[in-house]
């Protein structure tokens, strides 16, 4: 059973516009989530973080809204650069407990 | 400031052999994580490892196991290989109190399993 989804796989997005990253998760008592960028051959990379008690974080072009109710939350990524093409991560978890990671989502931003 | 390093980046063992997998902590950093990541998928927890002890333990079977060191560095070992070990393992480091909301990867060791 996956608690953290990304159920889009890929994206492209043309250069200066927007990219929205999408993420749903199930566990109720997940209260901080977290987006990590991976390029091929390194290591995820920690972007950007919210917590339940938010619901936007923003970071330069990067911005993360919350929405509990739905159990979702998405990163918005404006103006899209073609450097922020990489694989993108969703990760969540409550209290101290290990980090739950989707499948991620590849971005492309195409110029 | 040195930051998390995987040794070996790349790694072939047949199946049924044992392979250890090495990870450098970043500076400061007393809490070491390891992660499997499958094709198209996303990193799963092993295991995390603070102050030499295992502290807390994914769904993995017994013959994957670990070690902490004094200076926080880790090995991860994995007995009788099987073919689905195949993937990049990833090695995070995380500062004193911050063990799952600040995680520093590694750049990973894939293994390869034949």
């Known amino acids: 059973d996956q608690q953290v989804k990304q159920n889009s796989p890929s994206l492209s997005v043309q250069e200066g516009r927007i990219s929205i990253l999408n993420c749903d998760y199930t566990?109720?008592?997940?209260?901080?989530f977290l987006w990590y960028k991976k390029y091929p051959a390194e290591g995820p990379t920690f972007l950007i973080s919210?917590?339940?008690?938010?619901d936007k974080n923003e970071d330069g072009r990067f911005t993360v809204f919350l929405n509990k109710s739905a159990k979702h939350l998405s990163l918005h990524i404006v103006p899209s650069q073609p450097g922020d093409s990489a694989v993108y991560f969703c990760a969540a978890n409550s209290g101290n407990t290990p980090l739950v990671f989707g499948k991620g989502t590849r971005l492309s931003v195409i110029a | 400031e040195t930051g998390v390093t995987q040794s070996p980046t790349h790694l072939i063992k047949t199946r049924g052999q044992q392979v250890t997998l090495r990870c450098s902590s970043q500076s400061g950093h007393n809490t070491v994580s390891w992660y499997q990541q499958a094709l198209g998928q996303g990193p799963q927890f092993i295991f995390q490892?603070?102050?030499?002890?295992?502290?807390g333990r994914g769904n993995f079977p017994p013959r994957f196991s670990g070690l902490q060191f004094p200076n926080y560095s880790s090995e991860l070992n994995v007995n009788a290989l099987e073919l689905d070990d195949s993937a990049l393992y990833l090695c995070?480091?995380?500062?004193?109190?911050?063990?799952?909301?600040?995680?520093?990867f590694g750049q990973g060791t894939r293994l390869t399993v034949v």
């Open positions: 995070a480091s995380s500062p004193p109190g911050r063990a799952n909301t600040e995680a520093f």
């Open positions: 919210i917590s339940s008690i938010k």
């Open positions: 490892y603070y102050r030499e002890e295992e502290n």
């Open positions: 566990n109720s008592m997940f209260d901080y």
